[in-house]
């Protein structure tokens, strides 16, 4: 049987290491599992095909994170950066279906890089953020999310705020759940899920399940904000190669 997305062995193995990695990441501190596995795959295969799959796993992952965060969720964030979501998620879709490959890795990269940079620079608000702040956010992140990179803007708005580690985590974990239960039939009507998206999808389940596993027991004994840290250098790393590859 041939693999998903036409991939070698090699890249196959490749992948399967990046979606641990990425699991563990998101299991651990709550952000960073699409862009880490989007900019991975971009270093061997046309990213977009592998955006999809992203979101369904990510909303799997997301009930299988349910039950230990639902009294950490900040509702009322959720609701605010969901409403600039339905706006633009349907926006990204239509741009991100307009472009090549070649463009799409360069736009994708040159975006991680940039919240990347974002994250470290250590920006913080002086005063309380209210509801448009979030519409605002929730906008850009849908657009990302066409791309499945709608978590790194809200992971840097809530950064910039005094968000205590597990209010980040639980409430970026449910909006995501909300965000990509939005963008999944939407991709779906443009065409961008097809039978070996769904295939690969249920073979990297138990992969995903094993780093969810494995990283929500570390965050019950440790402080996150060190490993965001290692994990913002990483998606660096890996977005820096990406651009060079879309260059070169």
């Known amino acids: 049987m041939s ?30 599992f699409a862009a880490l596995v989007v900019s991975a ?4 295969m046309n990213p977009l095909l592998v955006v999809p ?10 009930l299988q994170q349910a039950r ?32 090549g490959v070649d463009a799409a890795r360069a736009m994708i990269s040159v975006y991680v890089l940039a919240m990347c940079g974002l994250l470290m620079a250590g920006f913080h608000f002086a005063k309380p953020v209210g509801h448009l702040p979030h519409l605002g956010v ?29 209010v980040f985590r639980g409430t970026l974990i449910a909006y995501f759940t909300l965000l990509d239960l939005w963008s999944i039939p939407l991709m779906a009507r443009a065409g961008m899920i097809s039978r070996e998206t769904l295939l690969a999808a249920v073979l990297v389940l138990p992969i995903l399940i094993l780093g969810i596993w494995a990283g929500g027991r570390h965050f019950l004994r440790a402080e996150p904000q060190n490993f965001r840290k290692m994990t913002i250098w990483l998606l660096v790393v890996l977005a820096g190669l990406g651009l060079l590859k879309s260059v070169v």
């Open 3 to 32: 693999l998903p997305f036409d991939l070698s062995a090699g890249a196959a193995l490749y992948m399967a290491v990046a979606l641990l990695v990425a699991a563990f990441v998101r299991g651990y501190s709550g952000f960073g």
């Open 41 to 44: 795959a971009s270093l061997v």
């Open 53 to 62: 799959m992203v979101l369904l796993v990510d909303a799997a992952m997301s």
């Open 68 to 99: 230990g965060i639902w009294r950490d969720i900040a509702w009322s964030r959720v609701w605010g950066l969901f409403v600039g979501a339905l706006i633009g998620v349907p926006v990204g879709i239509w741009a991100m279906t307009a472009v």
């Open 138 to 166: 929730g906008v850009v992140s849908g657009v990302a999310n066409a791309a499945a990179l709608g978590g790194l803007p809200v992971a840097v708005f809530f950064a910039a705020q005094p968000v205590r580690a597990a």
